[in-house]
């Protein structure tokens, strides 16, 4: 099993930036794929990135604001969050899928491991 840790949320203006942090403990040996959901309230749990060995997968909704990276180690994964509009309004999944077979999924269902979440609000 993992645990992970998700920081660096909060409140910011439209225009702003915030970066997430993803910390990985236990088995991360089996950390095949780790990516970025968000929620929204009312809505479902949304795709917003992933990364794997020699791969990274961008939502399209992002792509051009959002950069997601992670260490050599591959314990810690991070979110470059840029440009933020209120659309971006949420609470930020970390979330790790240990099935080789699943690298790039963008499904949630897939990811047998998730963080507690951090709220990231963006104000107009």
């Known amino acids: 099993q993992v645990q992970l840790v998700e920081s660096g949320g909060g409140l910011v203006q439209a225009g702003g930036s915030l970066r997430l942090s993803c910390a990985a403990s236990g088995r991360v040996s089996n950390m095949w794929t780790m990516a970025w959901f968000r929620q929204a309230p009312g809505k479902e749990r949304e795709f917003v990135a992933s990364?794997?060995?020699?791969?990274?997968n961008t939502a399209n909704s992002v792509k051009d604001r959002f950069t997601i990276s992670r260490d050599n180690a591959g314990n810690t994964m991070w979110l470059q969050m840029n440009n933020l509009i209120p659309d971006d309004t949420a609470v930020y999944y970390c979330a790790v899928a240990s099935a080789s077979w699943l690298r790039g999924s963008v499904h949630s269902r897939d990811f047998d491991s998730w963080g507690q979440g951090t709220q990231v609000t963006v104000s107009s």
């Open positions: 990364i794997w060995s020699g791969g990274i």
